[in-house]
């Protein structure tokens, strides 16, 4: 069985407001693994659709937090 998660994540999501963006994004930080999959699909529209600018910041943002966790 083949399942389509990028375009599953997007149908549920391509009509929500800034808010419910958000309460989501929080709720599958906070919440159960198995909505992380979701997330990643979030993070893959915002960084193609980033400038080189800004995927540099978040790349070392990225780098930041994850070297204060060693």
């Known amino acids: 069985m083949n399942f ?4 599953a994540v997007i ?3 391509h009509n929500m407001n800034n808010q419910e963006l958000q309460d989501l994004v929080e ?3 906070r919440g159960d693994e198995k909505l992380l999959p979701g997330l990643g699909v979030l993070f893959e529209v ?3 659709n ?3 600018a800004q995927r ?3 790349i070392g943002t990225l780098h930041d937090q994850l070297s ?3």
């Open 68 to 70: 204060k966790m060693r």
């Open 50 to 52: 980033s400038s080189p």
């Open 27 to 29: 709720e599958s930080i």
């Open 4 to 7: 389509d998660i990028r375009g």
């Open 56 to 58: 540099s910041e978040m």
């Open 11 to 13: 149908n549920n999501i």
């Open 46 to 48: 915002i960084w193609e």
